[in-house]
């Protein structure tokens, strides 16, 4: 099967972890490790999500004294995307991975008017206690979110449009390639009349770029790895619990945060309704479970029936 992969931001570097170099290694060596089995038997698309990394790289811009303006963050959108790619380059091939590797930089164009822009909702970088988040929020003028218990930096999160490589990427794919794109959504860009682009300072959601790559590529699943098992109903209650199945019907009656599960229920609803084929969401340890739906959550089309989740050897899941 062709299988896009979308990899959370905090897959990669975990809530209240230090932003080394060598925690963040770890972790992709440890995602490579994850996906290496399914690129044995399947062909695979990586695209990866940039929130902790882009929040360090914007926070030590802003703090550099040798700079007139911080870097915006559609140049350290691509900052990321190069360095999360080059490692997952050589994790995934020092994992075993056949195929070859290709991190591509990638731009994901925007609309101009999107209402996401004057509606921050991406959580991006570290969490602040209240007072860190107030003082941050008057000398940087940066707005702050919840995000459990802790407060974190949200900016404008744009619906993508389209992927400009989409073709180059394609035809990657097509020729063997194990593709590492659409990072942290891709750099948000805006197209003139003429046609030419122009970056801006937003983080467009790295799931709704993948469920748009998994269409145009014709892919058979979407497979969205984060840091929690499945979509959780009553989340951060006592009547907590896994949500295993659900229909993209079903998905409208949810209740979930705006800058984390919702967009990746959103993705996976899109992609399942516009192909007929299941996605999944779950957590990166159980990547070969949560692809043959024995974890995580799958979402499948408003008429599917009750076994319409197969495994990737074609029987029903378990």
Known sequence: MRIVVALGGNALLQRGEAPEEAVQRRHVRQAAQALAPLAAEHQLVVCHGNGPQIGVLALESVQDRSLSHPYPLDALGAA???????WLAQELAAAGVAAPVLAVVTQTVVDAADP??????????PGYDETHADRLTRTQGWRLGRDGTHWRRVVPSP?????????????LVDGGALVVCGGGGGVPVVADDQGRLTGVDAVVDKDLTAALLAVAL???????LTDVPAVMRDFGTPH????????TAELAGLALPAGSMRPKVEACGW???????PAAIGALGDA???????AGTSVVPADAPLGAVRSPGGGPAR
Request: no cysteine; glycine share 16%; net charge positive.
């Open 288 to 294: 070969a479970a949560v692809l043959g739906g024995r």
């Open 271 to 277: 992609f399942a309704q516009a192909t007929g084929r």
């Open 240 to 247: 907590a619990g896994e949500l295993r199945r659900l229909t």
């Open 159 to 171: 619906r993508p449009v389209r992927v400009v490589e989409e073709p180059t990427i394609r035809s």
């Open 80 to 86: 990321t995307q190069g360095m999360i790619g080059y």
């Open 116 to 125: 996401g822009f004057g509606e921050p909702t991406k959580f991006i970088g």
């Open 218 to 224: 014709d892919a058979d699943r979407l497979l969205l």
